[in-house]
Each structure stands twice: as C-alpha cells, then as structure tokens.
C-alpha cells in the first residue's frame, strides 16, 4: 500500500471546487436518469422556449434518451474531473478530452437528426 500513497491525494488541496463538483456530479445524474425513465421536463433551450403545444410534441422517447445520454456522459466528464485532483495518473486529462469531443460530435449530429426528423413530421 506504501506504493499506491504516490498516486492518491486526500488531503483536500480543493475542498470547495471537489464540493461544487460532486454536486454537478449529482444533478447531471439525476437529470440523466428522469430523461432515460421519461420523467420531467427535456433539459433543451428550444423546450423551454417553446409553446405548450410544441413541449408535448418534442417530448418524444428519442428526445428523451438524446438528453438522459448527454447528461450521464457530462456527470462522467465531471467524475473524471473530481478524480483528477484524488489520482495522480497524467494521462486522464487525455482521456477526458477525447469523451468531451466525442460528447460535442454526438450532439451536434444527434441533435440535427431529431430536428430534421420533426421538421419532416410537421410538414
């Protein structure tokens, strides 16, 4: 166990920002597993911009695990994040980056499918 002691730190260097972490950590979790039971509002600007009319019709199964997706991959950017500052690999960095271009490519052509799919449904 002496060999591991290098690799963790606990001593709370950034006790406050490991706080607001874990909080994000919570509320993304929580916004990902209500979108993925189809419970709630869709955490979407054009939801909550939109119409009574329109929020029942963008409140679809696709919408829903569209966002529950989004909001589980960004509680794990914020997990890697928080071990970050616990566990001194260097290569995590590396391999958060890699999720977050990934997350940014997945929404952007997700995104664009469901809208191109609705814009078809109301015509």
């Given at each position: 166990?002496?060999?591991?002691?290098?690799?963790?730190?606990?001593?709370?260097?950034?006790l406050?920002?490991?706080?607001?972490?874990?909080?994000?950590?919570?509320?993304?979790?929580?916004?990902?597993?209500?979108s993925?039971?189809?419970?709630?509002?869709?955490?979407?600007?054009?939801?909550?911009?939109?119409?009574?009319?329109?929020?029942?019709?963008?409140?679809?199964?696709?919408?829903?695990?569209?966002?529950?997706?989004?909001?589980?991959?960004?509680?794990?950017?914020?997990?890697?994040?928080?071990?970050?500052?616990?566990?001194?690999?260097?290569?995590?960095?590396?391999?958060?980056?890699?999720?977050?271009?990934g997350?940014?490519?997945?929404?952007?052509?997700?995104?664009?499918?469901?809208?191109?799919?609705?814009?078809?449904?109301?015509?």
């Open positions: 166990f002496k060999s591991m002691k290098k690799y963790f730190n606990w001593k709370g260097k950034h406050m920002s490991n706080f607001i972490l874990i909080i994000f950590i919570a509320i993304s979790l929580t916004i990902s597993i209500f993925f039971m189809q419970k709630g509002p869709i955490f979407s600007t054009i939801y909550f911009f939109s119409t009574e009319k329109e929020k029942k019709e963008l409140k679809t199964k696709d919408r829903y695990y569209f966002i529950g997706i989004t909001f589980l991959v960004v509680s794990i950017i914020f997990a890697i994040t928080f071990m970050e500052d616990k566990v001194n690999v260097p290569f995590l960095w590396i391999f958060r980056a890699v999720i977050i271009i997350l940014c490519i997945y929404t952007i052509t997700r995104y664009s499918q469901l809208e191109s799919k609705r814009i078809k449904n109301k015509s």
